[in-house]
């Protein structure tokens, strides 16, 4: 897995006229620090402009480069953003923290898309990289390279959603919600499971409406 930034040149960028959307898109960024096309869309803005804004240097565009070959187009604030709007630009080098970073926020959009007045906090270099708040909060985090029965201690977090790669490193009896790679396809229907004890997933309502009583036992 490699991550690489497709800004050419950004040093010399010309100025350029950006609209209101081009605005509100990179505070947007700066709130969930980097987002794909398909998100920002998923959030309700046009990606038409995405190509002026990063070649002008309002955005940075880095291309995720996957183990199975796929490529995930992932846009961040530039550094015109920063000059004239005061946003932050984060350093992109830790192709997981990217990985990590794009799948915590397809779990937020879950939560905004089905719950008015949630509250989202993002810190990129952190390893629970996201608290969303409705009642009480809860991390989000989605480890690349392990998942312990400390983790959340170790971070402060009394509970969680934690996006894994494989089933096999779930773990029974913690306060958790798990989200699994090959189905995060879909932020607006995201399957979310609880391990009571042993192997057995359960899937589970996060708002609490029902409860499917189908057990998937994980391989």
Not at 79 to 91: I, Q, S
Not at 133 to 140: D, E, H, M, R
Request: hydrophobic share 40%; charged share 15%.
């Amino acid at each position: 897995m490699r991550v690489e930034c497709r800004n050419f040149n950004y040093q010399h960028s010309r100025p350029s006229y950006f609209t209101q959307r081009d605005l509100e898109i990179a505070h947007l960024l700066d709130r969930h620090v980097m987002l794909t096309a398909s998100q920002i869309k998923a959030l309700g803005y046009p990606v038409r402009r995405l190509g002026h804004m990063v070649k002008y240097g309002f955005l940075y565009h880095y291309c995720l480069h996957l183990d199975d070959e796929t490529i995930w187009h992932v846009y961040a604030v530039g550094h015109t953003a920063r000059r004239y709007l005061g946003l932050t630009v984060v350093g992109v080098s830790n192709p997981y923290k990217v990985q990590s970073m794009i799948l915590v926020n397809q779990v937020l959009i879950y939560f905004l898309s089905r719950v008015s007045g949630v509250r989202i906090e993002v810190s990129y270099h952190n390893p629970v990289q996201a608290v969303v708040t409705v009642n009480n909060p809860l991390g989000v985090c989605a480890p690349r390279r392990g998942f312990d029965r400390t983790f959340l201690s170790r971070h402060n977090i009394p509970q969680a959603i934690v996006v894994l790669p494989d089933r096999s490193m779930v773990l029974s009896g913690l306060p958790v919600r798990y989200c699994f790679d090959d189905e995060m396809g879909d932020p607006f229907n995201l399957v979310f499971y609880q391990c009571l004890s042993g192997l057995k997933l359960e899937p589970v309502d996060l708002f609490g409406l029902s409860v499917s009583s189908e057990a998937v036992v994980s391989s």
